[in-house]
C-alpha cells in the first residue's frame, strides 16, 4: 500500500512498466487511500521492484508511507491495472494543476502535430488535476472530463503503456475534448477556437472584464495597469 500523492502523476503506469521490465506478475489499482499493488516473481526482481517504487518514482510522485507484507504466491500469468475501488475512508492526496510540460509544449506549437494550439492540451505529466476531480479515486469517470469520450486516437494513447498519455485521465484533443468559444454579455456566440483567444485578447486590451468558464469552474480576468503618480 502506497500512500501520498500517488493519484494523478502516472504513478499507476510506472508500476505497470516497471513490472513488465522485470517480468513480475500481479496489479496494481487506485483506491480511496492511495495505490494498492500486488506483485509477483523471482526474489531479485521483487528486491529490485520495492526498491525502485520508492526511488523512481515520477517526478511529481509524493510517497508519504510504503507499506508491504508477503504473501503466498497466486500463480498470476501477467501484470494488469485494475479497475479503481472506491471502498474506505477518502484519504489519498489529490495533486493540484500541474503546469503544461515541455513536451507537451512542444506538440501545442508544432504546426504537423494534432493538438496544434490546441489550449486543453495535457498528458501524464501536466494538466489539470484538482480543479477538475468530483470524487475520488481520480479516475476520469471521477473528473469533469467524464462527460467527453474520447476519439480512437486519444483512447489508443490512453490505452498504450509505451505512450505518456498511457492513463491519463484528462486526455484529449479537438475532435473529442472540450473546445473554446466566446459570448458576448448578452449570451450571443461570437467566435469559436483561435477566434474566440483573439476576441478575449481584444477585451481584455480594451479594458473589459472577461468571464472564463473552464471545466474546474470559473474565474475573471482583466488586464492589469498600473498608475505611477
Known sequence: MIRGAVQGVGFRPFIYRLAHELHLAGWVNNSSQGVFVEAEGEPDAIASFLHRLRH???????????????????????FVIRQSDPAGAKTALVMPDIAVCADCRKEL?????????????????????????????????HTTMG???????????????????FHAQPNACPVCGPRI????????????????????IAALNMGRIVAVKGIGGFHLMVEKQIIYK
Not at 468559444?181 to 483567444?197: C, N
Request: hydrophobic share 35%; proline share 9%.
Open 181 to 200: 468559444a466566446f459570448w458576448d454579455a448578452s449570451g450571443k456566440p461570437l467566435g469559436a477556437d483561435e477566434d474566440a483567444l483573439a476576441l478575449a
Open 109 to 141: 506549437f508544432d504546426s504537423a502535430n494534432r493538438r496544434f494550439h490546441y489550449p486543453f492540451i495535457n498528458c501524464t505529466n501536466c494538466g489539470p488535476r484538482f480543479s477538475i476531480i468530483t470524487a475520488l479515486p481520480y479516475d476520469r469517470p
Open 56 to 78: 523512481d518514482h515520477p517526478p511529481h510522485a509524493v510517497i508519504q508511507s510504503f507499506e508491504y507484507a508477503f504473501l503466498d504466491p497466486t500463480d498470476a500469468s501477467e
Open 147 to 165: 462527460s467527453f469520450v474520447m476519439c480512437d486516437a486519444c483512447r489508443a494513447e490512453y490505452e498504450d503503456p509505451s505512450d505518456r498519455r
